[in-house]
């Protein structure tokens, strides 16, 4: 029930609120979030602009044992770039491009910070 909720989090701006309650609550109760829960609830903070909230979660995805694949870098970099936040953008590309994950798949994302 939580990972519904957690998706539909992502599809409602400003619903970030409710995305971190029933992330929480999921990995109170010993749940396992798996990396579409985390990109749901990591595209629910991005997108209501919340920068540090946002890298915290990504940070704490990979703490969990959950590899960063394009859609969370590209959550990432486009909140990134509605901010201006170059610095952050550059170093979080830094990043994805030690991944090993092909360029092509967060291309429009890193353009858009220019």
Same mark, same amino acid.
């Given at each position: ?28 109760k010993g ?9 749901? $609830?990591?595209?629910? @903070? !991005? *997108? ?10 990504? %940070? /704490?995805?990979? &703490?969990?044992?959950?590899?960063? $694949?394009?859609?969370? @870098? !590209? *959550? ?10 170059? %610095? /952050?953008?550059? &170093? ?23």
């Open positions: 029930m939580a990972k519904k909720i957690i998706t539909g989090c992502a599809k409602r701006k400003g619903a970030y609120v409710k995305a971190k309650k029933y992330l929480s609550e999921m990995l109170s749940l396992k979030a798996d990396s579409f829960v985390y990109a749901s $609830a990591l595209h629910a @903070y !991005a *997108s209501s602009g919340m920068e540090k909230e946002a890298r915290a979660l990504f %940070e /704490e995805m990979q &703490a969990d044992g959950i590899k960063p $694949a394009k859609f969370h @870098y !590209a *959550s990432l970099l486009n909140m990134y770039a509605e901010k201006l936040n170059a %610095e /952050e953008a550059e &170093a979080l590309f830094e990043q994805f491009q030690k991944s090993g994950l092909p360029l092509d798949e967060v291309h429009s994302g890193w353009e858009s910070v220019y």
